[in-house]
């Protein structure tokens, strides 16, 4: 078993497909995930599920893996307080990264109906895009990720496959923004649509995993003072960067959600 706990989930996935239903059934979504280089044994360890949920995960595991070996049920123990999956909560660092993550979902919950919206109107609305595109590399990539990649990943391992798998993550995002570009300049509407409809469906899922998955573990593991230096730092950024950044985009999302609707 040690060698699959050590092995990139899609791996043990593809072997034993089975497996992918278990972790499914725990909220744990590694099935729909891209890149899948996360170890086994990592993906169990960061979800926020109790020790006797995971001890539970772990032998419906092995006995896919083992069908036919003999392995002992887990016996349920009594846990401490706060070892259930509860309420999430965050230190305010990561509190202000989960706040930031508000205005990019309403650009993300939009797109059905941005794409509604290009494919009625007869002329190609290019400044929609651009304001999109604009939104997307000023506050969700300069502001937000930026954020991510050089101050509080920095914390951790850069090795580590979670977060390699989460900057990959930033990384394909970034690539259906090109291509959103690329379509407007060749006029070419249903590739702007079908790149928006892309970076839709990636973050939507990339948000949920930093906010129930990836925060919660990194809090974990952070102490008082990096907690500390952290919200320093975050807060240098918002000085020197945002200047009144998120203001300016709550308004321009606020604009184009009232335009698409009333078309």
Request: charged letters at 30%.
């Amino acid at each position: 078993m040690k060698a699959y706990l050590n092995a990139p989930i899609k791996e043990v996935i593809t072997k034993f497909p089975e497996v992918a239903g278990i972790l499914t059934s725990y909220d744990i979504g590694c099935v729909p995930c891209a890149v899948g280089t996360c170890l086994l044994k990592d993906v169990v360890t960061i979800h926020n599920i109790s020790e006797n949920k995971k001890a539970e995960l772990m032998y419906r595991v092995e006995k896919a893996i083992y069908p036919d070996r003999q392995i002992a049920k887990p016996v349920p123990v009594a846990e401490q307080p706060g070892s259930k999956k509860e309420v999430l909560r965050y230190s305010p660092p990561l509190k202000a990264l989960v706040d930031e993550h508000d205005l990019i979902k309403r650009l993300l919950k939009s797109v059905p109906g941005i794409a509604k919206y290009l494919r009625k109107n007869p002329a190609l609305d290019k400044e929609l895009v651009l304001n999109i595109v604009d939104f997307i590399r000023k506050y969700a990539d300069k502001l937000h990720h930026a954020k991510e990649e050089d101050i509080l990943f920095k914390y951790f391992d850069g090795n580590s496959d979670v977060l390699k798998t989460m900057l990959a993550d930033h990384t394909s995002g970034r690539e259906h923004v090109k291509s959103v570009v690329k379509a407007l300049n060749e006029n070419d509407r249903e590739s702007i649509i079908l790149h928006l409809e892309g970076y839709a469906a990636l973050l939507t899922e990339h948000i949920r995993k930093e906010d129930e998955i990836l925060y919660p573990w990194m809090d974990r593991g952070l102490s008082v003072s990096q907690v500390g230096e952290l919200f320093t730092k975050f807060n240098e950024v918002d000085t020197v960067t945002q200047k009144g950044v998120a203001e300016k985009y709550r308004k321009s999302i606020e604009l184009m959600e009232e335009q698409i609707i009333t078309e």
